[in-house]
Antibody, heavy 119, light 111 residues
């Protein structure tokens, strides 16, 4: 069964840092672009960042550039999101998702991990 | 970066047909924007429905179909079921910025 499981969410003060992880199983992780998507409370989905299979390309939405860093470890079948200089508007559920090269982006999603930025 | 716009809300009767649309601030939506559609029910993660404009995943009911319509991406539900009540999001590729952009979502009520 294809599965993505996020972890690492929590409560952090403004200006703080947090590292999210996403454990993948049931497919060949190294063959897929991977993506982070977030959803603020009561709001819509926001595409955050993605990373190429070998990590050589990374793309970010403007609102997180210079603060967030996406990375992966293909040997560990894991995706990461390092979040620095966190702000209140970063409060959201963060989902990791797989991009299927034969179909489209975000064909499989994790259940999400919640990040709350508050003093 | 591109702004993607959807109807905030729509209402449809059970058994009816409804079309949701997705437009881009940069102009007409084309196949080059690789339109995708997602469904999200309360308390759940989103689920992919349609990829590359009009392709259904194997788990997508046949009553869901995607197309390009009048310069927009469109998602049509035919023979709507009560379980189709959900939020629907489109996703477009912004080739200039090499990123993907979600629309604001459409809340579909089946009443």
């Amino acid at each position: 069964e294809v599965q993505l499981v996020e972890s690492g969410g929590g409560v952090v003060q403004p200006g703080g840092s947090l590292r999210l992880s996403c454990a993948a199983s049931g497919f060949t992780f190294s063959r897929n672009w991977m993506t982070w998507v977030r959803q603020a409370p009561g709001k819509g989905l926001e595409w955050v960042a993605n990373i190429k299979q070998d990590g050589s390309e990374k793309w970010y939405v403007d609102s997180v550039k210079g603060r967030f860093a996406i990375s992966r470890d293909n040997a560990q079948n894991s995706l990461y999101l390092q979040m620095n200089s966190l702000r209140a508007d970063d409060t959201a559920v963060y989902y990791c998702a797989r991009d299927d090269p034969a179909a489209g982006p975000l064909d499989v999603w994790g259940q999400g991990t919640t990040v709350t930025v508050s003093s | 970066q591109t702004v993607v716009t959807q109807e905030p809300s729509l209402t449809v009767s059970p058994g009816g047909t409804v079309t949701l649309t997705c437009s881009s601030s940069t102009g007409a939506v084309t196949s080059g924007n690789w339109p995708n559609w997602f469904q999200q029910k309360p308390g759940q993660a989103p689920r992919a429905l349609i990829y590359t404009t009009s392709n259904n995943y194997y788990w997508t009911p046949a009553r869901f179909s995607g197309s390009l319509l009048g310069g927009k991406a469109a998602l049509t539900l035919s023979g709507v079921q009560p379980e189709d009540e959900a939020d629907y999001y489109c996703l477009l590729y912004d080739g200039g910025a090499h990123i993907w952009v979600f629309g604001g979502g459409t809340k579909l009520t089946v009443l």
